[in-house]
């Protein structure tokens, strides 16, 4: 079983930046994807970004040249870096790791972006 511990989640008033942080429990293999998703309250969730133990990564098309993420292979931890952030960025943010054999989440962290 892999356990996916996030943090870094907050509080933040628009246009500031916040870095998110995903370890995993145990080594990640080399062809399973790590990722972000968000849910915003009302909203189904939503893929933000993912990266593969390469590094290529897929990101949403609205959060592009915003958001960017990167990984640690040697840490078995993800990072999402977020960027000028917006009031709509507001939402639950998972850790995801994804691959041929298993898929798991972490518990979530909650950012808030609020004037």
């Known amino acids: 079983q892999v356990q996916l511990v996030e943090s870094g989640g907050g509080l933040l008033q628009p246009g500031g930046s916040l870095r998110l942080s995903c370890a995993a429990s145990v080594t990640i293999e080399s062809d399973y994807a790590m990722g972000w998703y968000r849910q915003a309250p009302g909203k189904q969730r939503e893929l933000v970004a993912f990266i593969t133990t390469v590094g290529s990564t897929n990101y949403a098309d609205s959060l592009k040249g915003r958001f960017a993420i990167s990984r640690d292979n040697a840490k078995n931890t993800v990072y999402l870096q977020m960027n000028s952030l917006k009031p709509e960025d507001t939402a639950v943010y998972y850790c995801?790791?994804?691959?041929?054999?298993?898929?798991?989440w972490g518990q979530g962290t909650q950012v808030n972006i609020s004037s």
């Open positions: 995801n790791v994804n691959g041929p054999h298993y898929m798991y």
